[in-house]
């Protein structure tokens, strides 16, 4: 096999091995963080790959939301919720196209990697109850004080200190070395100065994430989402599904993804969907609402993709505004100067430079907040409160920002063949596994990246740690 083999994967002759650890991952995001500490805390010498000068990953662009129900900090709220109903709000969402088993694990290990996190880690977290996101039957959102990614992720890198656990940054991992079973024997890493190192391990981790980043794999996996504005970590190039696919791994929902329909044009700022919750709307360049925005953000971006001159105008009220000032990344869009005032109608019309058919769209708003009439998207404005002056506005694009397919893994991260059988030392979790989102971008619920991330993280570190022992 060439030195340069285009699928990832090296023969053990071509290794140099300067070392070797026991259990080896790839990825310094999330997943990677979680499956570090578990493998360490498991009784297993650990090392961290990545490519990066620092570990944040995908997860520090996130609100650093996971889902966790009948958590501790559930029961303290007084908030009622299973790990039952989690699974019905997937499989109901999915539209029954994921698999029931793995989201009821999922759904039953949310509130275990949760309270360990926090018990034993040191992460700060507590639950969102301020309101509740689409597709979820409970307030069971769980995250860091300002609900930040870079939070969560500024938290577990204190814990990776303190459990002295290894990290390389600027390393990325260009080839893993396997022989014909499937076993992998170390990892490649090529440093800034363009020298190349090979690591041993007994088992490794992929922790580094999907292929969001690959135009390639996008135009032949995900056209309809290849004019969204990306914004995930650049680094997610799919390699993890490009070496689990040579060493005979299943891949499946190779389709799926998760975009969002509120990315503050021009300026890289998440708006939060509560201001669509909580009452608010989205219209086009014409004025006129174009889809039912409670169904979820995800679905919401290749929709806007589609409208004239892909973007849209998302319009919400003084109290939404206040409601969302909890959370930093709307502080960011304060600060960014994005989000435009208006006393009146009129001046909505004005200061969005839209025609006065916006003025006949919150009309009709605030007829079906009043319960006169019938949305023809089918949205149900009940949920919500009706929208009163002044009005706030800003203009979003629809974005992608990570994808939800990969390898197919048992329920403790270890990566299958198409017959079922485990690999024999290879693990995955976050972005390289197969999610619970379904074959689509119309299965995903808020929390359903961070979710399977550090669960699966959690998860394969142990049995990693387990496995080498």
Not at 131 to 147: D, V
Not at 191 to 212: H, K, M, Q, V
Not at 274 to 292: C, D, M, P, T, Y
Not at 451 to 457: H, I, M, Y
């Amino acid at each position: 096999m060439s030195q340069n083999s285009p699928s990832g994967i090296l023969p053990l002759d071509a290794a140099d091995f300067g070392g070797s650890v026991p259990v080896l991952v790839i990825g310094g995001g999330g997943c990677g963080l979680c499956a570090a500490l578990s493998a360490k805390e498991n009784g297993a010498e650990v090392l961290v790959l990545e490519r990066d000068a620092s570990a944040l990953g995908t997860t520090a662009m996130s609100t650093g939301l996971i889902p966790a129900p009948d958590s501790r900090f559930m029961r303290e709220k007084g908030l009622s919720d299973s790990p039952e109903q989690f699974a019905a709000d997937i499989m109901k969402k999915t539209k029954g196209q994921t698999d029931p088993d793995m989201a009821l694990h999922l759904a039953r290990e949310g509130a275990p990697t949760v309270e360990w996190l926090a018990d034993v880690h040191g992460v700060p977290l507590s639950v969102v109850d301020s309101f509740q996101y689409p597709g979820h039957s409970a307030k069971r959102m769980h995250g860091t004080p300002n609900r930040t990614g870079g939070e969560l992720m500024g938290a577990l890198h204190q814990a990776i200190e303190r459990n002295s656990i290894d990290i390389i940054t600027d390393a990325p991992t260009t080839h893993l070395f396997a022989d014909e079973t499937g076993r992998v024997h170390g990892a490649r890493i090529t440093r800034p100065d363009g020298t190349t190192e090979d690591i041993g391990c007994d088992t490794a981790i992929l922790a580094c994430c999907g292929f969001a980043g690959s135009r390639e794999m996008l135009q032949e996996y995900i056209p309809e989402i290849m004019e969204a504005t990306f914004f995930g970590h650049p680094g997610n190039k799919g390699d993890a599904i490009r070496w689990g696919r040579a060493l005979g791994a299943d891949i499946a929902d190779i389709h799926s993804f998760q975009g969002h329909g509120g990315l503050a044009y021009g300026q890289g700022v998440p708006i939060l969907w509560a201001h669509i919750i909580l009452g608010g709307f989205q219209v086009n360049a014409e004025g006129k609402r174009f889809s039912n925005e409670a169904r979820g953000y995800s679905e919401q971006a290749t929709d806007i993709v589609a409208q004239p001159g892909r973007f849209a105008w998302s319009i919400f009220d003084q109290r939404i505004h206040d409601a969302m000032k909890e959370f930093d990344d709307y502080q960011d869009a304060i600060k960014a100067d994005c989000i435009r005032h208006a006393e009146t109608a009129e001046e909505l019309v004005r200061i969005t430079g839209l025609p006065d058919a916006l003025k006949a769209t919150v009309a009709d708003v605030d007829a079906f907040n009043r319960g006169e009439g019938k949305d023809s998207f089918g949205r149900d404005f009940s949920i919500g409160k009706p929208l009163t002056p002044p009005y706030k506005a800003v203009k979003v694009s629809g974005a992608l920002f990570h994808t939800q397919g990969g390898m197919t893994v048992d329920k403790d991260g270890r990566v299958l063949r198409a017959d079922k059988s485990a690999l024999p030392n290879l693990f995955a979790g976050g972005g390289a596994a197969r999610g619970i989102s379904g074959p689509s971008n119309w299965g995903y619920l808020a929390g359903n990246g961070l979710l399977p991330a550090t669960v699966f993280g959690r998860l394969a570190g142990r049995a990693a740690a387990l496995q080498v022992r």
